[in-house]
């Protein structure tokens, strides 16, 4: 306990008589102003407790006498967004695909709200910017598995492929080899000249004896004749070049192909609508990734 | 004694002994409405507040659809004009030339004539002038404010306080309003502001510019000036023997004292025979705005507004005395009088002062040729990042660029834009017809950036690795004029 208080003559405070080797501590009070404004911030809060949600009690809590509630806060907010943009959204859900790309006020707004959606959604598989992946299909590229106009993409959209939707997008490839249908010489015969359709083969008497393979073994009815593809059925086309299950060296794309004849793989992608995305989302859905560079 | 010496101060203002802390006493300015100086205060402040209330007033035609307003910084449209001159955002480094100049400026007349700026030209100062004028109307004389302040509180003087602070409010009121007539057209503004019309933004800059204008002229006044402005620190570092200021004649008016009995009718070389010319009347402390005595040197809390020259010379008038005791004078000047020496003469011309006036010179000539060869119009190539590069069919890769055509003239801008070091490149614009053009035509409304989404497909066998240079070429078609952005195309390995 400090008695030793004196008062200073210089500053003509008193001392809180404290001593460290002769350095004494003033006692300064605070300035008045100071203290004024911590006594209104006591009554502001005493306010606050009123009308804001503030002390518990036995069986809840005190709502405060403006009813403000966070969740209700966040329902207002969306609520406002929505009708933000409610104009804009209404003229979404009436136009045509390709009225939306020839209004350009309406394409900007598709545009940016599909890009949020594709974001969320979509990127997850395809890639920001629809890059793609292995077995996820580039969207940005002009070769399509299933069609690339406006109403292809929108249809591929909102039901899917291959998934439990009645509607969704439906093909399976049948698998070859395993020894009873192709043997391993048979399959590299034909895994050649699949590459060689694309003019990336490098064995062109192995080719010629998988053109015989290709044609018997019923290849063409979906990749056509000189693999031009079917979009019908989502059949690549292997002319192209283009590897949904493409090879990190161009040297072991043969044994990309070969597994996929003997094992084929179907990727599956759900249906949107069944995941709860409306028209005129999925409309802006279309418009960008029709806008990524490849739609037709 | 040298002359570098005569400016040091003999001892710190405003400070007993002992004291590490000084608490603030209020300064009640004489307001002396007389003399040569103070002619010159009330001159600069009627031309520098003419300029400020009235130069958003001044028009400037810049064709239709643009603001005609002379000088105007438009925030939302993002432009800033200046008669002739117009900024886009990007060009703010033409402030930065205005600030140098300006800095330069500060430094040539600090150094020709002390602190005029801060005696003449500041806004603190001419508000905080002003204000102290608007006091002494209501309240009267320093010796009756100050009677006034020790007085109880009555009518009288609740009116006289009353009319001071609602006319100082009034006067900062207009002060923000003066600020923000800069920042719109002033004419609507003006009547947007008056009839409640106006925005948020608009009152509450006027609003606080005005607050601040009431705090720092009403009642922070000296304290900014010795406490808070960096200016009044470094000024007196471009002084030197030869610059003007306000400086007391210690050889002639020391040792000071009070005259004994009448004046009137003798010679004054009886009366002030065996002793200074100082009278030690206190006059030129009570005109200070900054409250200090300049018999005590020049000092960091001199402003240089020469209030005690005017002060003192009619002191000296009055007891028959040559004026001057305290001058607008140099320490050159000074120390050469106090030897008797009366030809010594101030050297105006002197290497700093030309050193000061070649990089003022220089810096403007720089700003000169900046602005004359200003670029009307700009191109900016962006290489989009997701993807970096797609590969297409036919062994083809194709790179996303967004690209910005700056048209900044008030006419309707036609741009071609080609491709240079990239072979058999063709270029696709959303929105415009046509794929794999070797050169398309864009268009930009006047005033604006055009944004265009451009696709550029290559043969993989036109880029030689990873990444290859491209340069995009854009000739403005009314001008001719060609701008080359450098950008890259990207592939696989």
Same mark, same amino acid.
């Given at each position: ?31 008045? $102003? $100071?203290? $004024? ?6 009554? +502001?809060?005493?306010?606050? +407790?009123? =009308? ?15 009813? +403000? ?17 409610? =104009? ?39 890639? =920001? ?14 070769? +399509? ?104 060296? =161009? ?46 | 004694?040298?002359?570098?010496? @005569? ?16 608490? %603030? ?12 100086? &103070?002619? *010159? ?16 007033? *001044? ?19 993002? &432009?800033?004009?200046?008669? #002739? ?25 600090? @150094? ?92 509450? #800059? ?7 204008? !009431? ?36 050889? &002639? ?52 507004? @020469? ?46 002062? !030309? ?17 004359? /060869? ?8 962006? %290489? ?17 660029? /967004? ?24 270029? /696709? ?27 550029? /497909? ?5 880029? %030689? ?29």
């Amino acid at each position: 306990m400090a008695t030793n208080t004196e008062k200073d003559t210089v500053s003509g405070q008193y001392t809180t008589g404290h001593e460290w080797d002769g350095i004494k501590e003033l006692n300064t009070p605070l300035p008045r $102003w $100071w203290v $004024w404004v911590f006594y209104i911030t006591i009554v +502001w809060a005493v306010g606050y +407790w009123v =009308v804001y949600p503030s002390w518990p009690t036995m069986n809840g809590y005190w709502a405060g006498t403006f009813g +403000w509630h966070s969740r209700t806060q966040v329902v207002q907010d969306l609520e406002q967004a929505q009708a933000a943009k409610g =104009v804009y959204l209404s003229k979404l859900k009436d136009a045509s695909l390709e009225d939306i790309i020839k209004d350009k006020d309406l394409l900007n707004f598709a545009l940016a709200g599909g890009r949020s959606v594709f974001n969320e959604n979509c990127a997850a598989c395809h890639g =920001v910017g629809g890059v793609g992946a292995y077995g996820f299909p580039n969207l940005a590229d002009d070769q +399509w598995l299933w069609g690339g106009t406006l109403d292809d993409i929108k249809t591929t959209i909102t039901y899917g492929i291959r998934n439990t939707n009645p509607n969704s997008r439906q093909s399976e490839m049948p698998a070859f080899g395993g020894g009873d249908k192709l043997n391993d010489a048979q399959l590299n015969d034909l895994a050649e000249y699949v590459l060689s359709l694309s003019k990336n083969g490098t064995d062109p008497a192995a080719a010629e004896r998988g053109r015989a393979i290709f044609s018997s073994n019923g290849c063409d009815g979906c990749h056509g004749e000189t693999g031009e593809g079917n979009q019908a059925v989502g059949a690549p086309a292997l002319a192209a070049g283009m590897w949904l299950y493409k090879a990190k060296e =161009v040297k072991a794309q043969k044994a990309q192909i070969i597994s996929q004849i003997q094992n084929p793989k179907g990727g599956v992608m759900p249906s949107w609508a069944d995941r709860g995305l409306d028209d005129a989302t999925i409309k802006e859905l279309a418009v960008y990734v029709h806008s990524l560079g490849g739609g037709k | 004694m040298s002359a570098n010496q @005569a400016v040091l101060p003999k001892s710190l203002p405003r400070q007993a002994k002992g004291a590490l802390y000084a608490s %603030h006493q209020k300064a009640y300015p004489r307001f002396q409405n007389n003399g040569n100086f &103070r002619r *010159l205060k009330w001159l600069a402040m009627a031309i520098l507040f003419a300029i400020y209330w009235g130069f958003p007033w *001044l028009r400037w035609d810049r064709g239709p659809g643009a603001p005609d307003q002379a000088i105007l910084i438009d925030m939302p449209g993002r &432009r800033a004009y200046f008669f #002739f001159i117009e900024i886009w955002p990007q060009e703010v480094y033409y402030l930065t030339g205005l600030l140098i100049i300006a800095a330069l400026g500060l430094f040539f007349v600090s @150094a020709l004539l002390g602190r005029v700026w801060c005696g003449f030209a500041c806004w603190q100062t001419l508000f905080t002038d002003l204000f102290v004028w608007v006091e002494q109307f209501f309240q009267g004389e320093r010796n009756a404010r100050l009677a006034l302040d020790r007085a109880p509180w009555s009518a009288g003087k609740l009116l006289r306080k009353a009319a001071t602070q609602a006319s100082w409010l009034l006067l900062s009121l207009l002060s923000g309003y003066g600020f923000v007539l800069y920042f719109d057209n002033a004419p609507t503004l003006t009547r947007d502001l008056v009839f409640g019309q106006a925005s948020l933004n608009a009152y509450g #800059f006027m609003g606080m510019i005005g607050l601040f204008c !009431y705090l720092l002229a009403g009642f922070a006044r000296e304290q900014v000036c010795i406490y808070m402005c960096p200016y009044s620190r470094f000024q007196s570092a471009m002084f030197d023997e030869h610059s003007l200021l306000v400086s007391y004649e210690v050889w &002639r008016g020391e040792p000071r004292g009070h005259l004994k009995g009448a004046v009137q009718g003798r010679n004054p070389e009886d009366v002030f025979a065996g002793r200074g010319h100082c009278v030690d009347c206190r006059m030129c402390v009570q005109v200070c705005p900054t409250g200090i005595d300049i018999r005590d040197g020049n000092q960091l809390a001199c402003i240089g507004c @020469a209030l005690c020259v005017d002060a003192c010379n009619s002191v000296m008038d009055r007891v028959g005395l040559p004026r001057g005791l305290v001058s607008y004078d140099s320490s050159f000047n000074q120390a050469a009088r106090s030897r008797g020496d009366s030809s010594a003469r101030t050297r105006i011309m002197r290497p700093r002062v !030309y050193v000061y006036v070649a990089v003022i010179g220089l810096v403007a000539a720089v700003m000169v040729y900046a602005l004359g /060869t200003r670029k009307t119009y700009d191109v900016n190539v962006l %290489h989009e990042r997701t993807p970096v590069f797609v590969e297409l069919t036919g062994n083809r890769i194709r790179n996303g660029y /967004t690209v910005k055509i700056l048209n900044m003239v008030r006419e309707e801008g036609r741009y071609r834009m080609a491709l240079e070091g990239l072979a058999n490149a063709g270029i /696709t614009v959303i929105g415009i017809d046509g794929e794999g053009l070797s050169a398309v035509e864009l268009g930009v409304p006047p005033d604006s950036v055009g944004t265009y989404r451009v696709f550029i /497909t290559a043969p993989r066998a036109s880029l %030689h690795g990873k990444k290859g240079d491209l340069t995009v070429v854009m000739t403005n078609l009314s001008t001719g004029k060609v701008v080359r952005h450098e950008s890259f195309f990207a592939g696989p390995e």
